[in-house]
T-cell receptor, first 116, second 111 residues
C-alpha cells in the first residue's frame, strides 16, 4: 500500500480562491518532504522543500507567497495555492524520503488542481 | 544544477521484446532513482543505485549504474503490457531526497 498519501486527488476551485493539498507519510516520520509540479507531458519540477518545524525552502522562480507550505507535524505537509489562477492548474505531487528501507524516496499519488 | 538526459524520449516495443532506457548525468551521481509513472498518477519506485558498477534487478527489470556514476540504464526483458508507462530517472544532487528528474521515457507495448 501507499506509504505517502495525498489529498485531495482532484480539486476544482474558482479563480481567486485558495486551495490546500495535504501530503502524509503513513507509517514513518518525515522531517523533510518535497513538493513537485508536473505540467502536461513534462517531467516533474521541484517546487520546494518542506521542513518540519521551520520555513520551507523554495526553488528559484517559485513564488513563496503563492505556494504556502506548512509542515505541521512529522507526518504532514500541506501546500496551499493562494489566490489561484487558471495558470496554476496542474498536477502537484509530494515525496518523502525514508520509509522502512531507509534509502527510498516515496511519492504520493498526486493531486490534480483545476482552477476555473 | 544536475542535468539528467534520458533517451529515448519514447519507444514502442512489441510484447515479449526487450527494451533499454538510458539516463546520463552531467555530474557524478550521488544516488540514481528509477520510477515508473502513468501520466497524472503517482510515481512507483523501481530501484535506487548508489555505487559505481552497481546492478539491481526486480522481476524483469534490471538497472545499472556505470563505474563513473554518470550513466545509468534500465533494461526490461520480455516486455509485457504492464510495463507500459513513463519511466523517469531522478538524481539526488546535494541533499538526500531532493530529486532532479530527467524528461522521462514513454514506453508503449504493442500486442
Amino acid at each position: 500500500g501507499a506509504v505517502v498519501s495525498q489529498h485531495p486527488s482532484r480539486v476544482i476551485c474558482k479563480s481567486g480562491t485558495s486551495v490546500k493539498i495535504e501530503c502524509r507519510s503513513l507509517d514513518f516520520q518525515a522531517t523533510t518532504m518535497f513538493w513537485y509540479r508536473q505540467f502536461p507531458k513534462q517531467s516533474l519540477m521541484l517546487m520546494a522543500t518542506s521542513n518540519e518545524g521551520s520555513k520551507a525552502t523554495y526553488e528559484q522562480g517559485v513564488e513563496k507567497d503563492k505556494f504556502l507550505i506548512n509542515h505541521a507535524s512529522l507526518t504532514l505537509s500541506t501546500l496551499t495555492v493562494t489566490s489561484a489562477h487558471p495558470e496554476d492548474s496542474s498536477f502537484y505531487i509530494c515525496s518523502a524520503p525514508g520509509g522502512k528501507s531507509g534509502n527510498t524516496i516515496y511519492f504520493g499519488e498526486g493531486s490534480w488542481l483545476t482552477v476555473v | 544544477s544536475q542535468e539528467l538526459e534520458q533517451s529515448p524520449q519514447s519507444l514502442i516495443v512489441q510484447e515479449g521484446k526487450n527494451l533499454t532506457i538510458n539516463c546520463t548525468s552531467s555530474k557524478t551521481l550521488y544516488g540514481l532513482y528509477w520510477y515508473k509513472q502513468k501520466y497524472g498518477e503517482g510515481l512507483i519506485f523501481l530501484m535506487m543505485l548508489q555505487k559505481g558498477g552497481e546492478e539491481k534487478s526486480h522481476e524483469k527489470i534490471t538497472a545499472k549504474l556505470d563505474e563513473k556514476k554518470q550513466q545509468s540504464s534500465l533494461h526490461i526483458t520480455a516486455s509485457q503490457p504492464s510495463h507500459a508507462g513513463i519511466y523517469l530517472c531522478g538524481a539526488d544532487p546535494d541533499s538526500w531526497g531532493k530529486l532532479q528528474f530527467g524528461a522521462g521515457t514513454q514506453v508503449v507495448v504493442t500486442p
